[in-house]
């Protein structure tokens, strides 16, 4: 059994409603709190509702990503318009145990997990001394973030 994490984002629906359904999808033990944000990566969009899951997988990594793009598809995502645009749920692989992933489509910890604060303050509610691989721990990373200029 795997302890994983989840980052959960929506901007279009019901967002909350949206991810307290995709964590139930995925089989989340536990649910940071729901946190609203300014969008990242693309501005002109409605503002996102962000969370982050805890789930206990026997999944191996590559599955677990196929589970996560199949319960977006369910909940009716579809990828067009501009990278990082409006979505009815988005949902990465942000941590998955202590390994280290780096294969085409999939890089595990997540490449931005350690630049992104809407992810990193529902993580610290769940896992403030989570080690990202490469980048010290979830605390350290996101007192970084707000030391920051």
């Known amino acids: 059994m795997t302890r994983a994490y989840v980052g959960l984002g929506a901007n279009l629906g019901d967002r909350e409603k949206t991810i307290r359904r995709a964590a139930e999808l995925i089989g989340a033990v536990r649910l940071s709190p729901v946190i609203e944000t300014e969008p990242w990566g693309y501005a002109d969009q409605p503002r996102f509702l962000n969370a982050v899951a805890e789930i206990d997988t026997e999944l191996a990594p590559r599955d677990l990503l196929r589970l996560l793009l199949d ?11 501009p990278r990082y645009g409006p979505r009815t749920i988005d949902l990465d692989l942000l941590l998955y145990g202590s390994e280290t992933i780096d294969e085409p489509g999939l890089t595990v ?3 931005l997990l350690h630049e992104r604060r809407f992810v990193l303050e529902p993580l610290a509610a ?3 001394g989570a080690e990202i691989p490469g980048n010290g721990t979830v605390s350290d990373a996101l007192a970084g973030l707000q030391s920051a200029p």
């Not at 319960?71 to 318009?81: D, K």
Request: no cysteine; charged share 25%; net charge positive.
């Open 71 to 81: 319960v977006e598809r369910q909940l009716g995502r579809v990828r067009t318009g």
């Open 109 to 111: 910890p997540h490449p």
């Open 126 to 128: 769940l896992a403030p």
